[in-house]
């Protein structure tokens, strides 16, 4: 392997300072560095990877023995070695029956009735057969969950806001009061329905989230509110242990990561905004990504190609950030959860084996919709000192004809954004735009020095047809197999995520100091801030 992360090194130093324009002199690189699978096109033609480096980078992918760690990730092998599970958030879109074995059981007839189980409720809440407890339509519901148990459903609902017919949906996270205070005080407990998601059920947010909403819905709903509860885990004990009746209770299995889970139980949130039939096109095009990327050739294979660029910009061009940049307004929180998807499958240092990794792995990942994005940080994309891989998403067509005109804008500035990017602008045009607006002599020069672009700068685009939700289905577990195929090549177990763990034993420690206990042990600025943190009143 070592040798073909030579040759990828070798590649780039020999191609200096080449320019990402000039490999378009090759008028077939727009068909051979994109890719299209079912309608969705990832363009990764504006990148400096030239055909030898996609060699290479598929070799690589070879080498690391992609197509069988995919397939038996598939399988349901235990592939998430150091928790000793499997792997299987792809067997919750599946649309095939052939049993799928986990510790010698089918695990498909399970996995389908609690769908089944999920739309009957969704149905029922929805057409108000299963009503509050003073018999009225839920107008509300509240998600109580953190992480993978919100980000994906808060994500999920609020891109597929033109397919709402039922209740209006609102995630409750963070632990600070003020998430539940100002939440709360918008909504009428007595049409309030209440889904406390966790997959572990012990989650301190969510737990004290849950305990603070509960309150809530007894002072207006009476002592028993159990017709306003449900909750999505895999600790069914403990659900019963709130007192959530087990009939509304909707379980998966541990082989499903939080942050994979939004496609069983812990979408429930997205069934019920948009229905049982949208829920099903958002797992079909899930499928459908899944069964792409376990057929098509490496360098026609969307999550390959991108988990590519992402190989190259971080380890072979250095790169430490990239900028997940949606042309779409309805994927504002698209950032937010690939920030956890990635960061928190691929931030690790140790390998497979234990050892040490010896090349960087995940970048911070980071962005905003576009154009807002444009107004606000893109000065440091086109002349900040840091290169920033970018990676636009637009749809060829929005949802509201009579706002056409919205959308030409959108396409065009989110084009002109990536070809800005790549192009720049020269010493000698600035210097025609300085002397156009009156610059002469060595003012010239400043001003040309200010208006110069080094351009040069890569993006990838993923271009689809309207964001439906089997387009949702499709970008999502996209970008679940690109993580999976970056961290196969670095050698990482990209299902586990101990690196939170410390924090929250510390936060145990800390809370009885907080509440005014002895800081003995801590060290001084952890001493000298609980000093300061002291509640005065
Ligand atoms: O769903 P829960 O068990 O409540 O977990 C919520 C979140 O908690 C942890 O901090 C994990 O790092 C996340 O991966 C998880 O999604």
Known sequence: MSEIWDALARNHKAAGTRKIVDLFE???????????????????????????????????????????KRDAMFAGDKINTTEGRAVLHTALRAQEETPLLVDGQDVRPEMAATLARMRNFADGIRSGTIAAANGARFTDVINIGIGGSDLGPAMATRALAPYH???????????????????????????????????????????????????WLRAEVGEDITAHLAAVSTAQDKTAAMGIDPERVFGFADWVGGRYSLWGPVGLPIMLAVGPEDFDAFLAGAAA?????????????????????????????????????????????????????????????TRQDGSAVTRETGPVVWGEPGTNGQHAFYQLLHQGTDVVPTEFLIAAEGHAAELAHHHDLLKANCLAQSEALMLGRSFEAAMQIAA????????????????????????????????????????????????????????????????????KELSNTLLPMVQGGESDGKDASTRGLLRKLAATG
């Not at 690189?29 to 996609?54: C, H, P, Q, V, Y």
């Not at 009156?438 to 400043?446: I, P």
Request: proline letters at 4%; a negative charge.
């Open 165 to 215: 017919d039922g209740p209006r949906c609102h995630f409750l996270s963070n632990v600070d009061g003020a998430d539940a205070q100002d939440l709360l005080k918008k909504l009428d407990a007595k049409t309030t329905l209440v889904i406390v998601a966790s997959k572990t059920f012990t989650t301190i947010e969510t737990m004290t989230n849950a305990a603070t909403v509960f309150d």
């Open 289 to 349: 990504m899944d069964g792409h990327f376990q057929s098509a050739p490496l360098e026609q294979n969307l999550p390959a190609l991108l988990a590519f660029t992402g190989i190259w910009h971080r380890n072979i061009c250095g790169y430490a950030t990239r900028a997940v940049l949606p042309y779409d307004q309805r994927l504002a929180r698209l950032p937010a959860y690939l920030q956890q998807l990635d960061m928190e499958s691929n931030g690790k240092a």
């Open 26 to 68: 090759d008028e077939d690189r727009f068909a051979r560095f994109s890719a299209e699978a079912d309608g969705m096109l990832l363009d990764a033609s504006k990148t400096n990877i030239d055909a030898e480096a996609l060699d290479l980078l598929t070799a690589l992918a070879e080498d690391a023995d992609l197509a069988a």
């Open 436 to 503: 156009a607006q009156g610059y002469e002599g060595d003012e010239q020069k400043r001003q040309a020095a200010h208006r110069t672009f080094p351009g040069n700068r890569p993006s990838v685009t993923l271009a689809y047809p309207k964001l439906t939700p089997f387009v949702l289905g499709q970008i999502i577990a996209l970008y679940e197999h690109r993580v999976f195929v970056e961290g196969v090549i670095w050698g990482i177990n990209s299902f586990d995520q101990w690196g939170v763990e410390l924090g």
